[in-house]
C-alpha cells in the first residue's frame, strides 16, 4: 500500500508542472487568503498587546461609578485623597501612597502623515506617576519641571504629530507648552500620550476635577480588598477596576470590529479557495483519469490514488500557506498602524505577526486544501476502469 | 441574442468546473459589495454632509466644551442664519452595550437647522412644552421599542446630578424621521435647559455648535469670522464646514479606504486566477469545436466576441449575485459599522469591475480562439 | 454543365519543422456541377488537404482554386469565412457535433450567421432533420444518438444553410458498413433528388461506388484515367 501510495503520488507531483497554470489557482488562492488573515489579525493581535501591555496585575484604576472612560469620568480632590490612603495601596520609603490622581485632556494635533488633525491624549499626571509606572523612562531630554508648562511626549505620538519634537512650542488653551522630552513605555497605550505635571494642566484647562487615580497595590492579592474598601465606602462613588481590564474593555470594541473583518473576510476568502482548491483537483483528476485508470488496472488500489490526490493538495496549499504567511510576515510585521483608542484619542500598535498566527495560517491553509482535495479523491478512486480506459 | 443558447450551453459544458468558478467569482464580489459597500457608506456620510452648515468645536479637541453664551455672537454675525448646539451625554440604555446617541438640544434651533429631520409639528410643540421630554429616531425606537409617551431612562456616564447620580429619565413626545438618509434616524434629543438646570459641573457650556449660513458661497468667510470671534479668548474656536468634518471625524478612526483597498486588491489577484485558468482550460478543451464552428463560416472576429462574451456572460452572472447576497447580507453589518443599506452605487461599480475581469481573464483564450488554424485544429 | 468546382495548376507545401513538404503537384481538376465525386487515394496522397482547399479552408500556395464562381485563393480569411457559411456545408468523419446543444441547436449554428427570424431558423432546422429521417430526435443531445445518427445530424447540419457544395471527409469512416450504407444512400439521395453537388473522401472503394465520379489522387496527383463514369 505504501509502495503504491508513493509511486502514485510521485507520478503526480511529476505532472504539476505539465499543470502549472492549474496548480497556480490552489497556490495563490491560498496564499492570497492566508495573507490578508494574517495581516488582519496581526493587526487585532498588535493593538490587543498595545493595550493589554498598559496594564500590570498589581495597578488598580478607580474611575467615578458608571463612567465607561477617563475622558467621562470626574472625581473631586478630595476624592481622589481617599483613594489614594485606601487599604492596600503600597507606599513608599516615606509613608506616601504610590498613586497618582490624573486628568486626561483630549487635544487635537497634526498628523505627519496626513497633514489632518487627530485627537491626542494629554495626561496630567501626579508626582509618584513614575514611581507607579516603572516602565516610562526617558529616552532623550529631561522630565517635566512642576508649576512650568512642560511636557514629556511618548515615542509614538513623536512619530505621528507634528510639532511634538523636543523644543518644540504646542499652543493650546491661551498657552504655550514646551516639549522637554521624550519617553517610551514598552509600546503600550501611554506611549501615544503626552504628558505634565497634573497641578499646571489642571490650571491651563481650568478645571478642578481629576478623572481618575492609578495606584500600584501591595500585591495582586490586595484587590479585592482595596476594592470593596473603596465600594463600600459612602462618600465615593467609584468603579475599580484592574488597570488591564480597563484597557481590555477600552479595546473591545476595535478589537471586536477586528476579529470580526479577519474572520467574515477571511473566512469568505477561505471558501473562495476551497472552490478554486476543488477546481484544480477535479481538473487534476479527469486529466489523469487514464493515468489512474491505468494503475487501477494493473492492480493498484483505491486508497492509494486517493492518498495520492491529498498529499498533491495539501502540497500545493502548504506551498501557498507558507507563501501567504511569509508574504504578511515580511510586508506587515512592525508596520505602525493607528486607530482610535481610549479615551477618543489616537493609541498607535504595531501589527505583530507572531509564530503561533503564521503557524494556525499555514494549518487553515492545509484544512483548505484537505476539504478541496477530499471530493476529487473520492472521485479519482471511484472511478470506473472500464470507462476510463476506453474513453481515451 | 440568438447566440445566448450557443453561449450558455458553452458555459455549462463543464457543469462542477463552471459552478466552482462561479461560487469563486460570487465570493470574491460578495466582499466587493460588502467592504467597498462600507467604504462607500462612510464616504457618502462625508458627501451628503450639507454644504450651508458649519460646524464650530473648541479648537483645542472636539470634547472641550464651549460657553453657551458664545452663540448670540455667532448669531449677530452678518451670513449667520441659525445657530444651534448639541453636547455628547454619553449614555447607555440599561447596559454599556446599549449605547443610545443623546444630545441635549434646544428643539426649536435644532429642527429648523436640521430641516432634513422631519417631525410633526404638535410633537415639536410637546418637545417645546415638556421639561423632561425627548424627541428620538424612527430607528431608536423600534430597536427598543418605545413610543410616545414612554418614559425612558437613561444612565449618563459623563453627566451626574448633583445628588451624584448619573441616571436620567425623560419622556419621549416625538419621533422624527430622516427620509433621505435612514441611517441618521437613531439620536436622541432631549432639552437643553432642563439638563443645564439638573447637571452637577459644567453649567453653562455646550459641546459644538451647528452654524446655518444664509448663503453656501460665503461658508468660507462665516467660518473665519466666527474664529476670529474668539481668537485669543480662553475658548478659541474651529470651525468647518460640516464635510470636513465629518471627513476628518472618518480619518481618525484609521484609513478604511486604504485597508478595504489592499484586502480587495488580493482577492482580485487571486480571482484573476481562477477565472482565468478556467477560462484558458475551456477554450483549450474546446480547440477542434471552435474549428468546426470556423468551418461553418463563423468569423475569426466573431470567434474573439464568443470566447469573450462567454467569459462576460460567467462574470456579470457570477457578480450579480455576488452583490445581490451582499447587499442582502448588508444589514447584518449594523451592529459593528452602523451602517444600514448598501449604496446602489456599489452595485455599478461591481458590475464595471466584472466587464474589467472578464475581459482581461477572456482576452487571452479569446485570442486563441480568434487566430485557431482551422486545418491544423481539425487535424487534432 | 458547368464547372462548379475548378482548381487551376495548384500546389500546396506545408513546412513542418524546417522541412517542406509539397503535398499537391501542379493539380488541376474540374467537378461540374450537381456531381457526386469520391476521393480516393491511400493515406498521406493528400486529399483531405485538396478537400480542405474546395471547402474553402485553406489556400494554395500556388494556382488558382474556382469554386461557385468565386476566385477563393484570392479571398481574405474573413470572406473566406462568409463564402463557407454561404456556400458549403461540412460533413467530418467524427460528426463533430457540439456535445452540449441539442440535435437542433447543432443545427441551427450555420442559420446563427444568416439574417432569418428564429421563427424562420426553426422551420429550417426541422425541414433538414426531416430530410436526413430524424425530425423525431431533434431535442437529443449527440451522446444520446448512435454514430449513424449523429453523422445524419451533422449531414442536416451540413444542408441547413441550403450550401452550393456538400463537403464530406470519410463519412462513413467511424460507421459499420450497414449504418455506413445508410448514410451513403442518404447522400446519393441528396445528390439526385435535391441537386446537392457533392465531394466526398474515402478510402473505402464500396463508399466510392455511390458517387457517380471517382478521382484517384497519389503523392498530391491525379491518377491518369481515374474518372469512372
Redesign the interface.
Known sequence: MFKQTTAITAMNLRAIPQRLGTSWVIVIGIAVTVAVLVSVLAMAQGFKKTLASTGRPDRAIVLRGGSNAELSSTLSRENTLTIMDATGVKKDADGKPLASAEMVAVVALQQRKTGTAANVTLRGVGPKAFELRPEIHLVAGRMFQPAVRELIVGKSAVAQFKGTEIGSRIAFRDSEWTVVGEFESNGDAHESELMGDIETVLSAFRRNLFQSVTVLLDSPEAFNAFKDKLTTDPTLTVDVKREAEYYAEQSKQVSKLLNFLAYFVGGFMAIGAIFGALNTMYSAVSARSLEIATLRAIGFGAGAVVVSVFVEALLLSLIGGTIGAGVAWLVFNGNTVNTLGSNFTQVVFHLTVTPGLLLGAIFWACVIGVVGGLFPAIRAARLPVATALRAA | M??F??LW??L??KK??TI??L??IV??F??FG??QGVNSAFNQAVERANVNRLVTTS??????NLPYADMTQIEALPGVARVSHATWF?AYYQD?KNFVFSFPVEPEREFSVFPELKLPKEQLDAFIHTRTGAVIGADLARKYGWKIGDRVPL????W?KPD?T?DWTFDVVGIYENPDDRSQESAFFFNYSYFDEARA?GKGKIGWYTVQVKDPTQSAQVAIAVDKLFA???D?T?TETEKEFQ??FL????DINLIVT??LI??F???L??TG??M??SVRERI??LA???????????MLALVLSESILLCVLAAFLGLFAAWMMFPALKD??GVVKMPTQVIVEGIVVALLLAFITGIFPAWRAKRLD??EA?RG | MSAIVSLHNVVKTYTRGKQTVEVLHNLSIEIAQGDFVALMGPSGSGKTTLLNLIGGLDRPSKGEVNVAGERIDQLSSGQLAKWRARHVGFVFQFYNLMPMLSAERNVELPLLLTNLSSARRKQNVQAALAVVGLAERAKHKPAELSGGQAQRVAIARALVADPTLLVCDEPTGDLDRTTADEILHLLQMLNKDHGKTIVMVTHDPKAAEFASHQLHLDKGQLVEGSVHA
Open positions: 440568438k447566440y443558447p450557443l450551453a458553452t455549462w459544458r462542477a468546473r466552482f468558478t461560487c469563486v465570493i470574491a460578495l466582499l460588502m467592504l479648537s483645542i479637541a472636539l470634547t472641550e454619553g454599556p444612565h449618563s456616564t459623563i451626574t451624584n448619573s459641573f485669543n479668548s480662553p478659541e474651529k471627513q476628518a480619518k481618525q478612526i484609521g489592499y484586502i488580493g482577492v489577484f487571486a480571482l486566477f481562477a485558468n478556467t484558458m482550460q477542434p469545436e468546426v464552428l470556423k468551418t461553418l463560416g463563423f468569423s475569426d472576429t466573431g459593528y459599522l482551422i486545418v481539425l
